[in-house]
């Protein structure tokens, strides 16, 4: 009997003791106490003479159990609701569930006020009620009208972190109206307008050297205010999850991913911009890169849908029409410049006619000076604020001014062995428009047209074709509009090349072969290894390659039959850069890369030139003798010409001693000062021999790709 009596006084002691009192605004105060382990006793109080007040048990409308007190003016009414978003609530008895408000006592006061006394259960098992938990915070909201008469639309809410306290010292109540409309105002400018403006500017204007400030600055600023927004509001994560709605949990859950992520992509976003100007691991680089690109438009696009949740959730009269103006706005931005990208910058033309005159000489002077240029085709490119947004690294830049882009641009070479071709976009491509500042001229004489046709795109019809040897061969090309010069006339003409198109339905390839002056016929039959042939036509553009498995147009060129046409541009490329005979010389030729060596082998011998002042030696490298061409020729002129100012080697590749002795051998002609290097063949043979010369004392200036 004892024991019992002493529980019920502690009962009393905890649950029917403290009446506890919270004002919610100048409106409205709640009054609550705990009558026992069961019941809640809830009083309100409401400035509302006509109209309502009404109290949620959660942050926002959003699936929360509502009581209200109505007032017509005379009697006041008391109803259960249940409200599924910011419409109106429907009462607990018409979504199927029951009204579990009691009334205890009150109404209107003497001023004719809502003041008003009723009770409910903690948990009165009603899937349209929440419990109340008590001494745990959560959040409440609430809303209420006067001057008009029914359940209509509120004037003034708000919500709160709140809790059910049973004693004064676990009250607590914090107002959150403001701090989640701030939030809400913060997050769509960060995502709606900041990050858009990053993403906008690395999509459409990475051709500048001002983008990645405009990239970085915004998207910089989103991610810090989503970081330090959304802490100041994951207070709520103290609260309890049954306290939240499915939304609002959706919500802060999507939010607090998002603040994890943007740190992530803030680590990768320096880590890219590491790897890309101060290594050369392009691997890394390439993952880096795309993971960097995936999660930031991931996060772009969360971000804006989680900033329309949130309007939602909370109701934001202007905000969240406001955010879809954003949207809206966005999406045309990005629709209208991929438009024009697409169908108007894409598009590849001539040089401009408004650029001045640079030929490849002069552009190589100002390099010489420090500027930071590259030829594409027929223009001269300032590459100088694009090279820290090289996204395959700086270094292809810095390690390539001087060169020809085009071979690393359409796939048929990279920049050295260990990386794969890589066929750029029509949107890189377009990049070179901004970044041109000069148009080269096709020099004098080279190539004519009888009939003035435009050089744009010149067809050539099949004339010829020679086998060299299992897999090389050698074509004659012929055009009624377009004749070239039979003969060199000039060394500067010795290396150029020309662009070879082809187009299928779904894409169009583009490759570069270096053309020859020399007739390789004629040639052998002036050395007497051959009885001379009938002449070939003047004005005929010859090529050389190779047929590799796979290969898209040496595979369409060997298909050709006489008569059949070849799309072609040109002449490019800065070719030999020799203005005149005089000098000392090393030629690195790897397979087809042996081409324009020839010519400049044929030229000197023809003009006569003088060993004093003009020394050539010609490494030609091939995997076998039956691989490769016109061997029969170098070998004459070596052994039996001799010319004393020419050398040549034939290295060959199943020639395992004289494979190892090469490093030697080519040190040994580095005694002397070399004047220039030249290197033609594959990309991995190129930018081995460059790094040879560069390491073993030959300028870099001298040394030219090509």
């Known amino acids: 009997m004892k024991s019992i009596l002493i529980a019920l006084i502690l009962a009393i002691g905890v649950f029917g003791g403290e009446a506890l009192s919270q004002q919610i605004d100048s409106v409205m105060t709640m009054e609550w106490s705990v009558l026992d382990s069961e019941w809640i006793q809830i009083h309100l109080l409401c400035k ?33 609701y249940w409200s599924r978003d910011h419409g109106t609530p429907r009462d607990d ?20 006020n809502i003041d008003v006394t009723f009770k409910r259960k903690l948990n009165t098992g009603d899937k349209y009620d929440q419990e109340i938990l008590l001494d745990n915070r959560g959040n409440i909201c609430w809303g209420y009208r006067n001057n008009r008469k029914g359940w209509t639309e509120h004037t003034e809410y708000g919500d709160a972190g709140f809790v059910w306290a049973t004693t004064k010292d676990n009250m607590y109540f914090s107002s959150s109206k403001e701090s989640k409309y701030n939030h809400g105002v913060a997050m769509s400018v960060g995502w709606s307008c900041l990050a ?90 390439t993952i880096l890169a795309r993971a960097h690109k995936v999660i930031g438009y991931a996060l772009l696009i969360v971000g804006l849908i989680n900033c329309l949740k949130g309007w939602e959730i909370y109701h934001g009269k202007a905000g969240l029409p406001l955010t879809i103006l954003g949207y809206i706005i966005a999406v045309l931005g990005f629709a209208g410049f991929e438009i024009y990208q697409i169908f108007f910058k894409n598009r590849r033309l001539p040089a401009s006619s408004k650029l001045p005159i640079i030929t490849h000489s002069v552009a190589m002077e100002m390099i010489a000076n420090g500027s930071k240029l590259m030829f594409a085709d027929d223009m001269v490119l300032d590459v100088g604020g ?17 060169e020809d882009t085009g071979k690393y641009m359409v796939g048929c070479s990279s920049y050295g062995g260990a990386i794969l071709p890589y066929t750029h976009t029509d949107k890189a491509f377009s990049y070179f428009k901004n970044f041109a500042i000069g148009c080269i001229p096709t020099p ?34 012929k055009s009624d509009e377009f004749k070239m010069a039979s003969q060199c006339q000039d060394p500067s003409w010795i290396g150029k090349h020309f662009m070879v198109l082809h187009s299928s339905r779904f894409k169009t390839v583009r490759r570069y072969y270096s053309t020859m002056f020399v007739d390789l016929i004629e040639w052998s039959a002036e050395l007497g290894l051959t009885q001379r042939a009938e002449r070939t036509d003047d004005g005929y553009v010859k090529f050389i390659y190779k047929v590799y498995p796979g290969g898209y147009m040496t ?78 020729i170098l070998e004459k002129m070596r052994d039996y010409i001799k010319p004393p100012w020419l050398q040549v080697h034939i290295l060959l590749d199943d020639n395992s001693e004289q494979m190892k002795q090469i490093p030697e051998l080519v040190k040994s002609h580095l005694e002397k000062e070399v004047t220039s290097a030249w290197i033609c063949g594959p990309s991995g043979f190129n930018r081995y021999y460059h790094g040879f010369l560069l390491k073993n004392g030959v300028e870099k200036r001298k040394i030219i790709m090509m």
């Not at 009204?99 to 001023?111: C, W």
């Open 555 to 632: 595979n369409h060129m060997n298909s050709l039959k006489t008569g059949e046409v070849l799309d072609i541009k040109g002449p490019f490329g800065p070719g030999l850069m020799l203005s005149k005979m005089d000098g000392n010389y090393l030629a690195f030729g790897g397979g087809t890369g042996l081409v324009p060596f020839l010519d400049l082998i044929y030229y000197a011998w023809k003009i006569g030139c003088n060993e004093d002042k003009f020394k050539l030696t010609v490494f030609a490298f091939f995997r076998s003798w039956k691989d490769g061409f016109a061997l029969d």
């Open 48 to 80: 509302v003479q006509l109209g309502y007040c009404s109290i949620g048990l959660r942050s926002s409308m959003t699936d929360c159990d509502m009581f209200a007190a109505l007032s017509d003016g005379e009697n006041v009414s008391l109803i259960d």
């Open 196 to 285: 858009v403006i990053g993403i906008f500017a690395s999509r459409y204007f990475k051709y500048t050297s001002w983008w990645i400030y405009v990239h970085v600055i915004p998207l910089l600023t989103a991610s810090l205010i989503t970081i330090i927004s959304s802490s100041l509001l994951f207070k709520d994560d103290k609260y309890s999850t049954e306290s939240m709605s499915e939304k609002t949990f959706d919500h802060s859950r999507l939010g607090m991913i998002m603040s994890s992520i943007v740190i992530s992509q803030c680590i990768f976003g320096v880590m890219y911009s590491y790897f890309k100007i101060f290594t050369k691991n392009v691997q890394a680089l």
């Open 93 to 112: 008895i018409t979504e199927g569930g029951s009204e579990d408000i009691k009334y205890v006592s009150g109404g209107l006061d003497n001023s004719g």
């Open 444 to 477: 004098d004489g080279y190539l004519h047209s009888p009939t003035n046709s435009s050089q744009s795109t010149m067809q050539f019809t099949l004339v010829s074709k020679k086998f060299l040897n299992e897999s090389t061969f050698l074509i004659h090309l």
């Open 386 to 402: 694009f090279i820290l947004s090289h996204p395959g690294g700086s270094f292809m830049i810095t390690e390539c001014l001087g």
